[in-house]
């Protein structure tokens, strides 16, 4: 599907991934979450954790999983950013979104995001957006609220000790819910 972008930049194009897409998507994710080339864009977890964020399997799982949609979003034929819809019954759970460091702060997270939800209304007809954030990445967390997200206070604990998830540099890590009703959209 394409849809209109920001000003000035070219169309985008939203897709399922396939398994074919795993290597660039890690490449991609990895890149907007952890080490250097992360802080080249307006958010990171680079000084939150270390080591890797996601892998091929675990990307091929989501690709893969029945009631999931990896979004792969390209521009001018290159991948530039994406993200996970997973269907869980009234809502659907937003994850795995990465836009390519570079091209960060240019308004394509808004189109993405708006996206993203327009899709899982259609394909799911559910009421609520959900997502989990690192609940001290503040400002993150304010840009989703600008979107209209809210936190909810709901905390699950960060997995410390399963290297999957990356290497802690802090001790206060947890995931809040975040929650947005997309219904009336």
Same mark, same amino acid.
């Given at each position: 599907m394409d849809t209109a972008t920001p000003p000035g930049s070219a169309r985008l194009t939203f897709r399922d991934a396939t398994d074919a897409d795993a290597p660039a998507l890690v490449a991609l994710i990895e890149s907007a979450y952890r080490g250097d080339?992360? $802080?080249? *864009? /307006?958010? @990171?977890e680079a000084d939150l954790l270390e080591g890797q964020r996601t892998d091929e399997e675990g990307v091929r799982a989501v690709i893969n999983a029945p009631a999931s949609r990896l979004l792969a979003v390209e521009r001018d034929g290159g991948l530039i950013a994406c993200c996970q819809l997973e269907h869980r019954g009234d809502a659907a759970y937003f994850g795995m979104f990465a836009v390519r460091p570079g091209a960060q702060g240019g308004g394509l997270g808004k189109v993405i995001i708006a996206e993203a939800e327009?899709? #899982?209304?259609?394909? /799911? *007809?559910? $009421? +609520? %957006?959900? %997502? @989990?954030? =690192?609940?001290?990445? +503040? +400002? !993150? =967390? #304010? /840009?989703?609220? $600008?979107? *209209?997200?809210? $936190? @909810? *206070?709901? !905390?699950t604990p960060f997995p410390y000790g399963d290297e999957r998830f990356g290497i802690p540099q802090r001790d206060d890590l947890a995931f809040e819910l975040l929650v947005k009703n997309i219904e009336a959209l």
């Open positions: 080339s992360s $802080r080249t *864009g /307006w958010t @990171t327009r899709t #899982a209304r259609e394909s /799911w *007809g559910v $009421r +609520e %957006m959900h %997502m @989990t954030v =690192i609940s001290v990445r +503040e +400002e !993150l =967390i #304010a /840009w989703y609220e $600008r979107r *209209g997200y809210r $936190r @909810t *206070g709901q !905390l």
